[in-house]
């Protein structure tokens, strides 16, 4: 599955493509997800998931409380 976001400007922004999908408890859940960047800037991330459950830890370290430990390691790296 692909998706491209356009700016106002009805240029492609970005590109996202779903791939690598698999049987998990939640369905069946794409695995990767690779983002291309506008043709300026070449740049491409990738996103490579291993498990993907019901609650538990990851809603947790994704709520806003979780992210505090990711904001104060990113503050003690400059």
């Known amino acids: 599955m692909k998706y ?6 009805g240029a492609l922004r970005r590109t996202a493509r779903y791939g690598n999908y ?3 408890p939640l369905g069946t ?3 990767k997800l690779t983002i291309d960047g ?3 800037t070449h ?8 498990e993907s459950a019901p609650g ?3 809603g947790r370290r994704f709520s ?7 904001r104060d ?4 790296k400059r």
Do not use: S
Request: hydrophobic letters at 30%; glycine letters at 8%; a positive charge.
């Open 4 to 9: 491209e976001y356009y700016g106002r400007d």
């Open 22 to 24: 698999k049987k998990t």
């Open 29 to 31: 859940r794409p695995m």
């Open 38 to 40: 506008d043709v300026a």
């Open 43 to 50: 740049r491409t991330t990738t996103m490579d998931l291993f």
């Open 56 to 58: 538990g830890r990851l």
């Open 64 to 70: 806003p409380e979780g992210m505090i430990p990711f």
């Open 73 to 76: 390691a990113a503050r003690n």
